[in-house]
T-cell receptor, first 107, second 115 residues
Framework: KNEVEQSPQNLTAQEGEFITINCSYS?????LHWLQQHPGGGIVSLFM???GKKKHGRLIATINIQEKHSSLHITASHPRDSAVYIC?????????FGKGTRLHILP | NAGVMQNPRHLVRRRGQEARLRCSPM?????VYWYRQLPEEGLKFMVY????????ESGMPKERFSAEFPKEGPSILRIQQVVRGDSAAYFC?????????????FGPGTRLTVT
C-alpha cells in the first residue's frame, strides 16, 4: 500500500463544476503539499499546509491531521485547470508523492 | 526573487553519453533535493544535499549517478553512460534550511531523452 493515496486517479468534469480531489496518508508528517503539473510542464506548488484550511483564488486546500486526510477543491472550474494534481507529504527530510490525479475540464 | 532554476529544460543524449543537469536554488536556500519522474509514474526522491555535503542519497541508483552541490555554483546531477531507462523528467527543489526542510520549492524540471 502506498504511503500517499489519491482519489480519483482520473477526473473529467464540465466547465464550472466544483471539483474535489482527495488525499490520504498513512505516515506522520510535518506538512502536506498540493502540486500542479501541466502536460509536459514543470511543477507548481499550490499549497503547503500543516493544519486547517488555505485558500488561493478558486483553490481551497484542507487538512485533517487526526484523519490523515486532505482535500483540494476547485470552484468554478475552467479548462485551464486541466492538469495533474499531486498530493505530497513531508516526512523527515523527504517528500513522499502520491501518484497524482489527472483532471480534465471540458469547455 | 527568482525561483528555482533548472537547465537545460530539455536534454537529448545518445546511449553511452553523459548527462549533466543543473539546478540553481532560490536565493538564500542552502538545501537542494533531486527527484525523478519516470514516464507514467509518480515522483521519487533521489538525493538531498546541502552545500558541499550529501545528506541522504538513499534514492540514487548505485551506479552511474552522482550529485554535488559545491560551495559556489549550481547543484549538478550527473548521469554517466546513459541508458534508455534514464529517460525521465528530473526535478530539483530547494528549501531555506534545517528548520524549514519541509518547505520545498520546485524547479521547472529537465526532461532527459536518451536515444
Amino acid at each position: 500500500k502506498n504511503e500517499v493515496e489519491q482519489s480519483p486517479q482520473n477526473l473529467t468534469a464540465q466547465e464550472g463544476e466544483f471539483i474535489t480531489i482527495n488525499c490520504s496518508y498513512s505516515v506522520g508528517i510535518s506538512a502536506l503539499h498540493w502540486l500542479q503539473q501541466h502536460p509536459g510542464g514543470g511543477i507548481v506548488s499550490l499549497f503547503m499546509l500543516s493544519s486547517g484550511k488555505k485558500k488561493h483564488g478558486r483553490l481551497i486546500a484542507t487538512i485533517n491531521i487526526q484523519e490523515k486526510h486532505s482535500s483540494l477543491h476547485i470552484t468554478a472550474s475552467h479548462p485551464r485547470d486541466s492538469a495533474v494534481y499531486i498530493c505530497a507529504v513531508s516526512r523527515d527530510d523527504k517528500i513522499i508523492f502520491g501518484k497524482g490525479t489527472r483532471l480534465h475540464i471540458l469547455p | 526573487n527568482a525561483g528555482v532554476m533548472q537547465n537545460p529544460r530539455h536534454l537529448v543524449r545518445r546511449r553511452g553519453q553523459e548527462a549533466r543537469l543543473r539546478c540553481s536554488p532560490m536565493k538564500g536556500h542552502s538545501h537542494v533535493y533531486w527527484y525523478r519522474q519516470l514516464p507514467e509514474e509518480g515522483l521519487k526522491f533521489m538525493v538531498y544535499l546541502q552545500k558541499e555535503n550529501i545528506i541522504d542519497e538513499s534514492g540514487m541508483p548505485k551506479e552511474r549517478f552522482s550529485a554535488e552541490f559545491p560551495k559556489e555554483g549550481p547543484s549538478i546531477l550527473r548521469i554517466q553512460q546513459v541508458v534508455r531507462g534514464d529517460s525521465a523528467a528530473y526535478f530539483c527543489a530547494s528549501s531555506p534550511g534545517t528548520r524549514r526542510r519541509y518547505e520545498q520549492y520546485f524547479g521547472p524540471g529537465t526532461r532527459l531523452t536518451v536515444t
